[in-house]
């Protein structure tokens, strides 16, 4: 049930995460937001219609305890080690793990501890344009209503405050959603069991033509 005050809340961290769009601690409150508990419940039983993500549902992989040091001593060019670059280059830590009783909670619990692997995958940057781009693929991919989202709300602050930035930001946007509809599905990849494989294994090994996709695209030009 929604109480009034819970409302004002809601109203007031989509407000700020619209001007604001770089607070991931406002983003990652908006889930519950976003994806009330049955609104969360459709969007898993919609994935079991999807072979790879049942399975993952089933088994539940998990990313586990990363050891970023641990990572970064692995050879340049695998999968553990650009991730351990990636959240260090941005000042990151792993993101919380969160419960996993059921289907429903293990797709919340998944899609965010896996976020910043999925950032690495795919090639998109944390900016705002690379945080829009990403929320395309999974839209691409999952169907998710918290994709959709915060894609409305990255246009919002497009129109509202960040016009110039138009051209980047909607390129991201196409990027992410072709790249998403020509690879196999992300969701449930045990990345941990694949940490010392070669990036550009990985990425071929799930579709990811991370190269061909951007060769489809426009150069971006200049906005004013």
């Known amino acids: 049930m929604w109480y009034p005050w819970r409302m004002v809340k809601a ?17 990652i409150e908006l889930a519950g937001v976003l994806v009330p508990p049955q609104k969360l419940r459709r969007l898993t039983d919609s994935l079991w219609d999807i072979p790879s993500v049942a399975r993952a549902l089933r088994e539940r992989p998990r990313m586990g305890a990363v050891d970023v040091a641990a990572l970064r001593t692995l050879p340049a060019g695998t999968l553990g080690r650009a991730f351990a670059d990636h959240l260090l280059e941005n000042g990151l830590s792993v993101l919380p793990r969160l419960p996993a009783r059921t289907d429903a909670e293990y797709v919340r619990a998944h ?12 090639g998109f940057g944390t900016q705002v344009a690379g945080e829009l781009g990403l929320q395309a693929f999974s839209l691409a ?10 894609l409305t709300g990255g246009l919002a602050n497009t129109l509202l405050f960040a016009f110039s930035e138009r051209d980047v930001r909607m390129r991201a946007i196409v990027r992410g959603w072709l790249l998403g509809k020509r690879a196999r599905p992300l969701f449930g990849g045990a990345w941990a069991r694949m940490w ?9 090994l799930f579709g990811l033509e991370v190269t061909a996709v951007e060769a489809l695209l426009p150069p971006v030009t200049q906005s004013c």
Not at 113 to 121: I, K, P, Q
């Open 196 to 204: 010392e494989s070669p990036l550009d294994e990985v990425r071929a």
């Open 11 to 27: 109203a007031y961290q989509v407000a700020r995460t619209i001007r604001e769009p770089e607070r991931l601690e406002d983003i």
């Open 141 to 150: 991919q999952l169907g998710s209503p918290f994709a959709a989202g915060i």
């Open 111 to 122: 899609l965010l501890e896996v976020h910043d692997v999925w950032h690495v995958l795919t």
